[in-house]
């Protein structure tokens, strides 16, 4: 027996296709895909076989185990031959103890899983590594596959465009003219993506490139494309694993198209059917005050949902109103007791900023997450002893302006509390020494 995964369609029908099928939706009902595996051959192994794999693989140097994503590669997408993964060594991010923080609201065991310490900078590794290899399989095989599009918020391009160029694959990137970070940007344009910026918003985008890609067996390669979701998925193992193979309580998660929070609900449930893990955590998915389509279906208990219209929000990447996976979300949310949360932009960009105040450097979706642990420990839903991790889906140093503007003060409806300036000084003895009393005097009363 061996190692399988194929499509399957989310709904009743249960439509199956191959994985190097260029398909992304049911054709029978129009459901969502998802990939399944061939659980019972999974089974075979015990769940302390599969640690210690796991732990003997975990950042060494076999190709291509060391990566987090393919060092679960049995879990993940056993179908594709080593000699095709083009993998940048993504994953293996470190899950740091947030103390400081923690002591500021109470919290004992509060823990900050920095996805954004990856290749492109932010989690989307974790998924294009999966998503452009399973590409390079079907190339190899003689597929006549011209090239990989996205739309994209920001960083799904830079990560389709830096395996695509590893993979020495033709890569498209759709972005929202003026709506993406300036790093962001630059980013496919060094890695020689063809970069196209389209006046409209992300939803618009995203219209567009499915057409291009339908009509001209161009690649999709967004998350309606599950196998990003597969490669996602290591990232609750990978948490797991870095703590002994221990569950924490709660794990929070900022959301925009819902491909990661579902990806993360599926790696713990996969865990749990092969008898890896004995319990679930809850999960916290947040979202953007101004692009919260999900935590308004929540309020109602999740019986109704609508799309919106998606306000402009400092937390870019996830400014999505209609998210492609909504309903694989719901479902996972309804399965681990979840809460969802919003933010305002003042609270993200002060949440952002406080968490700096003890060490990190934190993107604005990172600020969404922290926004909802501290309303959550506030009314006491997550209690002082909880163990509780925060995803930081990507590196603050990709957005530079939200940083600048925030310290000087200068977003509109935002009260810069955790504001800190540079102080400009001529090069004296003297008048630097009063400065630096009169500063520190300030801060220390
Ligand atoms: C893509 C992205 C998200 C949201 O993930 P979804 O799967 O769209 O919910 C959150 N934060 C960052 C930094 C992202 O790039
Ligand atoms: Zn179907």
Redesign the pocket.
Known sequence: MEYRAWFQCIGECGEKHELDEIIYKCQSCGGLLEVRHNIKRLKRRKPSSWKKLFDDRYLRTEWPYGSGVWGKKEMVCPVVDNDNVVSLFEGGTNLLWAERLGDEIGLEDLWIKQC?NSHSG???DLGMTVLVSMVKHMRAKGNWIPAVACAS????SASLAAYCAAASIPAIVFLPKGKVSSSQLIQPIANGALTLSLETDFDGCMKVVQEVCAKNNIYLAN?MNSLRIEGQKTVGIEVVQQFDWEVPDVVII????????TALGKGFLMMHELGIIDRLPRIVCAQSARANPLYQSYLTGFREYHPIKAKKTLAS??Q?GS?V?INKAIDILKQFDGIVEQATEDELANAASRADRTGLFS?P?TGVALTALFKLAERKIIGPKDRVVVIS??DGLKFPDFKIKYHQNKMKGIEARYSNLPVDLPAKYEIVRDAIFRILDKTLK
């Open positions: 954004g932010s989690f989307k918020t920001g960083d799904t998350s900022p959301g925009g198209n819902l491909g990661n929070v990447a996830i999505i998210p996976s993107c979706h889906t990507a």
